[in-house]
């Protein structure tokens, strides 16, 4: 009989390693439980999350779980999984459900563990302006993040890459560790690596009102920021109080140091220039509330007025 294999996730970066699962003939790929779908858009539209519309496409059994309570562990436990992958739930496994396969319950961490810890080493690892990232699969235990580890891989950060382009390229990353060591795990012969809890670093979980730009920090922090939060939560600021959303910007100036918040347009009006605690930023994409992303010379074409100095 084949090893019957279960996967937690309700992210589309999951992706890869569901396709590989699928395509692969020496399991028993059993299911999948992921979270609700959920109303969105103006009209608040239901529709499924990725991995659930997938496995709906994939005709592979879900389990749409608002929250991980005795009935799932029941359903689960009727399962009869001998092997668990995790990456990006969004729930808390209480240990019931981490001792439940035999063969262990893994997750996929898109980070370099010990290195943030927590639910967004994504948006951090560009906003804090790191240059390397990557995927640690790792043992689940019921501390956040902290259990050993059998495998990592390294990503490179480019000064283009965003939390979506990053993302795809950790989902390939994490494809990659599974397809090497899926047999270790299945032959429960997996050495591991455990962490140091003193090199330990934490991310937080980030809301809409991060995303306000602060001008009085650096133009290379604000680029940052600003790859760091595309497409959630975005980021923005006021100016005569119309909120305005910034897809992509870049640094033409890292060392001057002007009034922050000042904004310039030049004479052709194709760019948009502001101050900030240190350098300056150029706006290349932006985006009014309710309108759409818009390059800086299509935007200036009917919003020059907002920048011009009285």
Request: glycine fraction near 8%; proline fraction near 5%; include cysteine.
């Amino acid at each position: 009989m084949k090893p019957r294999v279960l996967f937690f996730s309700a992210s589309e970066i999951s992706l890869p390693c569901l396709s590989f699962l699928k395509a692969c003939t020496d399991i028993d790929f059993v299911g999948i439980v992921t979270q609700p779908g959920r109303a969105k858009g103006r009209g608040q539209k239901f529709s499924l999350n990725p991995v659930a519309a997938w496995s709906k496409d994939q005709g592979i059994p879900f389990l749409e779980a608002e929250k991980m309570d005795n009935g799932i562990y029941n359903t689960l436990k009727d399962w009869q999984p001998d092997l668990i992958f995790v990456m990006a739930f969004g729930h808390i496994l209480k240990k019931h459900f981490l001792d439940l396969p035999p063969l262990g319950m893994w997750n996929f961490h898109t980070s370099l563990l010990p290195k943030l810890r927590g639910a967004s080493p994504i948006q951090s690892a560009i906003l804090q302006g790191e240059t390397v990232t990557g995927v640690t699969l790792m043992s689940m235990v019921e501390k956040m993040d902290a259990g050993p580890w059998i495998a990592q891989g390294k990503v490179a950060i480019s000064d283009t890459d965003t939390t979506e382009t990053l993302s795809l390229k950790l989902a390939e990353k994490s494809a990659d560790l599974l397809r090497d060591n899926l047999t270790k795990l299945l032959q429960h012969h997996c050495p591991s690596t455990q962490q140091d809890d003193v090199q330990a670093t934490y991310c937080k979980k980030f809301c809409k009102e991060d995303g306000l730009l602060e001008f009085s920090n650096s133009a290379q922090s604000l680029a940052c920021q600003i790859r760091a939060f595309h497409p959630w939560p975005g980021s923005y600021f006021f100016k005569n109080d119309e909120r305005l959303i910034v897809h992509k910007a870049h640094v033409v100036d890292c060392n001057s140091i002007d009034e922050p918040g000042q904004f310039y347009v030049n004479l052709q009006g194709t760019t948009l220039e502001v101050t900030t605690g240190k350098g300056r930023l150029s706006i290349d994409v932006i985006q009014k509330s309710g309108g759409k992303a818009l390059p800086i010379t299509d935007f200036l074409r009917g919003n020059k007025a907002l920048f011009e100095h009285p």
